[in-house]
């Protein structure tokens, strides 16, 4: 087994790496950043689509091709620019993302993805192009998760979220493994199916001797798109307590789902978890981002715990009060999540220039809005 250089553990509301709290006395308008993970959402960073009428759609404009490697390799190679710009966390999903940032079922977004499956494939079908759901057409037709329908895992899939973690420790930076994702859910086929899932993530992780590497069970556990009922709100409790099962010489990993706005962390959930996680997509006023910190740490069963966002498309980076910047004023690091012109909830069709969710996805810090994040990441963190 591979020596690994970082490891993460939780001291009270502080996240500590390598036994050091995270930026250490560092402080930021009277704020205390100290004990903090700043993260940029890269939920693509292993993406691959095994459906080949949708796949297509994300061909390098350069190639004409879409090629899983390259983007990995590419999101790889720029691990170091983003720590020294204050990044030490680096969320990704082995059910990936919707590479359109926001998927969308209303007629005007599903004619548009027609036209484009028929602009490559002229004679597909429907039932073709959603080929194996396991519920309905029209939920997402591409194929873009690390599990099999038993809760197996894929082999190319693994391999690259192998090489992300290992670069990831290798710059000292911890990594939030998110297992499942809406839409790919329903490529499993039963509870079991999903619980295997869970068991197998977790070990794999554990059997590598991986210890930068934290769990998300799954993004954004309150949303309504879940098919599987244990993957829903009132009951991801079970999925925490199991993963947290799994061990490997008498150690487990740290676990954790995410919430939307739409309601706090459930008293369950919360007393699970070893750290909360929050998104403000949704929430325009800064100070909401706010209250959700003050929400969860009223829940009736949480304890002193750490509270971050790992995902927010709302930027604002020049105003002195933002999503960010509120995040910090309760203790709270933050997540920026960059859908480019499908921020605020449309879908978009990656160029390989904007946003960093949807496939080809540029993984440089190559426009305005990239740069405002990460040069306030840097002056917040003192990278």
């Known amino acids: 087994m591979a020596q690994h250089k970082t490891s993460v553990s939780i001291d009270g509301e502080d996240w500590v790496i390598n036994g050091q709290v995270t930026y250490p006395g560092r402080e930021y308008r009277g704020w205390r950043i100290e004990g903090l993970l700043m993260n940029s959402r890269m939920a693509s960073g292993i993406f691959d689509d095994e459906n080949p009428l949708t796949a297509d759609l994300w061909k390098y404009p350069d190639t004409g091709k879409w090629d ?5 390799n590419e999101l790889i190679a720029m691990l170091p620019t983003y720590k020294a710009h204050g990044i030490n966390s680096l969320p990704f999903n082995l059910q990936n993302c919707s ?18 499956i028929h602009a490559d494939h002229p004679g597909a079908k429907d039932d073709d192009i959603w080929a194996g759901l396991l519920l309905e057409i029209e939920s997402q037709p591409w194929i873009s998760g690390a599990f099999n329908a ?7 899939f693994m391999d690259r979220t192998e090489r992300l973690i290992d670069a990831a420790d290798e710059q000292g930076m911890v990594v939030i493994l998110g297992l499942f994702y809406q839409g790919q859910d329903e490529r499993l086929t039963d509870t079991k199916a999903v619980k ?52 490997k010489d008498g150690k487990r990993l740290l676990i954790s789902t995410s919430w939307t706005r739409y309601s706090t962390p459930s008293p369950e959930a919360t007393q699970s978890s070893d750290y909360i996680l929050l998104h403000g997509n949704g929430l325009v006023d800064p100070n909401d981002v706010a209250k959700s910190v003050d929400d969860a740490r009223a829940v009736s069963t949480y304890t002193t715990m750490p509270i971050l966002f790992n995902e927010d498309d709302h930027f604002n ?16 690091g933050w997540g920026y999540f960059d859908p480019a012109e499908g921020a605020g909830g449309t879908p978009f069709y990656g160029d390989y220039v904007h946003g960093y969710q949807c496939p080809p996805i540029n993984w440089g810090i190559n426009t305005p809005r990239k740069k405002g994040f990460y040069d306030l990441c840097k002056e917040v963190t003192g990278a």
């Open 68 to 72: 899983a490697d390259r983007n990995t």
């Open 99 to 116: 590479p359109l940032g926001y998927y969308r079922r209303e007629p005007e977004h599903l004619k548009e993805l027609r036209e484009r």
């Open 150 to 156: 038993d809760g197996s895992l894929k082999p190319a």
């Open 196 to 247: 295997a899932a869970v068991t197998n993530a977790c070990a794999w992780v554990l059997e590598k001797g991986y210890t930068n590497v934290i769990i998300e069970i799954n993004n954004e556990v309150n949303v309504p798109t879940y098919e599987h009922p244990i993957l829903k709100e009132d009951r991801i409790h079970e999925l925490i307590d199991l993963a947290k099962g799994v061990t």
């Open 317 to 332: 980076f020049d105003q002195p009060l933002n999503n960010f910047t509120a995040a910090l004023s309760r203790h709270a």
